[in-house]
């Protein structure tokens, strides 16, 4: 039984199954039973051939619906249809129709009839057996695969003149025609249409940190993305390296073009994971409406690269509002009480707690009743001593780093701000510059560019902390 053809290969619908040199597939049609197996049984004796007889149209059609085959040899008639009718048919339902050979009496004026109407070979009956009748089915499988290789090249041609190459998406020369034709089309009947433009604002960031592959498959993801966002009536393509443009020519106004504007910021707001690099993409929103906000395709791009800052992709509708990362502050007053200072015998300064008692360390441990219940309840059982020290995250089994600034510390973790956007993996090592140390860390959270890190190489006896600053 043939498999039938199936690929996710998005080109497949322009690359058709070719067999390798030699082989072919092959449909003997004919309702004469004897006529049929006979042709049949010859063919395949060649191991190289795949070979299929039918009795009827209607059996013959189906095959060709589910499967893609090289030749079709006919004899006689088939359910009432003569030869010429049947590849008639074929011609008109397939896209990709396979060649036909007829065969028939030693007649030359129904060959030239046959070769007329489009029959690739007409075979008589000294034709019809052995190698006679091998030889003429290679050449006509031969000539169908020459062609579909040479249709095949030029329609993929003409497709990576259209598409961009990374994402798939129509390219800009594309999309500038078409915006091209819409001005002069809604401008003879008075009708509206708007472009959004999105621009990807890490693309820069990425490429800089993490290599260019690592940015072309976040280009790639950020495309497949916008694509699944897209409506099916709307237009979505490639302007530049990092700007993308998403056409809307039905149904426009500017409430629905502030509402896609705003669900396109929320769902190009989102975290992306490649090879343990974890980043946080966002895209800023920029709309233009024609003819309103210009009457060109310049004026319109101008315009709307002119609104990336406005406050429609800065709301709450369309993307997360930040977050703080919450500061310990205890729930008694008494716990954390105000500090005045005293001068140390080496003329230092050294915090002194309200009460007058001096405090010699800063991370020193509280250890007055109900002090730990009130930490645990600040989900923190460790004082983390404030300081501003350079920092580096390793990741990628070494092959990524990213700067930081450690903002506090503890025996069991820190909390660490970078630059720009990041999203942090699960594991990572955490170097401290100065220290010219590193120590491996797990992240516990992250909220914008603050993450709470956790040491793993800890070995005190005690039972592991969660870090939370």
């Not at 999105?198 to 592959?213: D, M």
């Not at 955490?430 to 190489?457: C, H, S, T, Y």
């Amino acid at each position: 039984m043939m498999e039938k053809l199936v690929t996710e290969d998005p080109r497949a619908a322009i690359k058709p199954d070719i067999p390798p040199e030699g082989s072919a597939r092959i449909v003997v049609a004919s309702d004469d039973e004897r006529e049929r197996s006979i042709i049949a049984e010859q063919l395949r004796e060649d191991r190289a051939l795949t070979v299929e007889g039918l009795s009827s149209w209607e059996a013959l059609k189906a095959l060709l619906d589910e499967f893609v085959f090289d030749v079709v040899v006919i004899g006689g008639t088939l359910s009432d249809l003569s030869g010429i009718q049947i590849n008639s048919h074929i011609n008109s339902f397939y896209r990709d129709p396979p060649a036909t050979v007829l065969l028939g009496r030693s007649d030359v004026r129904a060959a030239i009839k046959a070769f007329r109407c489009g029959f690739a070979d007409y075979l008589t009956e000294d034709t019809q057996t052995g190698q006679l009748l091998h030889d003429a089915v290679i050449r006509v499988a031969r000539d169908v695969r020459d062609k579909r290789e040479e249709r095949q090249h030029l329609e993929y041609l003409e497709r990576l003149a259209q598409r961009d190459g990374l994402t798939g998406l129509p390219n800009r020369h594309v999309i500038e025609e078409r915006l091209e034709q819409l001005t002069h089309i809604k401008a003879r009947y008075g009708n509206p249409f708007a472009i959004i433009l999105l621009h990807f604002n890490e693309f820069e960031h990425i490429c800089g940190s993490f290599g260019l592959k690592v940015g072309d498959r976040a280009l790639a993801a950020f495309a497949k993305r916008l694509t699944n966002a897209s409506r099916t009536a709307d237009t979505v393509a490639r302007l530049n390296d990092d700007t993308f443009i998403y056409l809307v020519d039905r149904d426009v106004t500017p409430e629905g073009i502030d509402g896609a504007c705003r669900r396109l910021s929320s769902a190009m707001a989102f975290s992306l994971n490649l090879d343990d690099v974890g980043l946080s993409i966002t895209a800023d929103v920029g709309p233009a409406l024609f003819p309103t906000d210009g009457s060109t395709v310049a004026a319109l791009i101008e315009t709307a690269e002119s609104r990336f800052n406005e406050p429609w992709d800065t709301t709450e509708d369309a993307r997360e509002v930040a977050v703080e990362p919450p500061e310990f502050v205890p729930t008694n007053t008494q716990e954390r009480p105000e500090m005045d200072s005293a001068a140390t015998a080496d003329g230092e300064e050294a915090p002194r707690r309200a009460n007058g008692a001096r405090a010699a360390d800063p991370d020193i441990r509280d250890t007055r009743e109900g002090a730990d219940t009130d930490r645990m309840k600040n989900r923190r059982r460790d004082l983390r001593r404030r300081t501003l020290k350079r920092g580096l995250l390793i990741l990628n089994e070494g092959y990524s780093t990213v700067n930081c600034v450690i903002r506090d510390i503890s025996d069991s973790g820190v909390r660490v701000a970078v630059e720009g956007r990041f999203l942090a993996p699960d594991r990572m090592e955490l170097m401290i510059v100065d220290a010219d140390r590193k120590r491996p860390v797990e992240k516990r959270w992250q909220r914008d560019n603050q993450i709470g890190l956790m040491f793993l190489d800890r070995d005190d006896g005690e039972e592991r902390v969660r870090a939370y600053a």
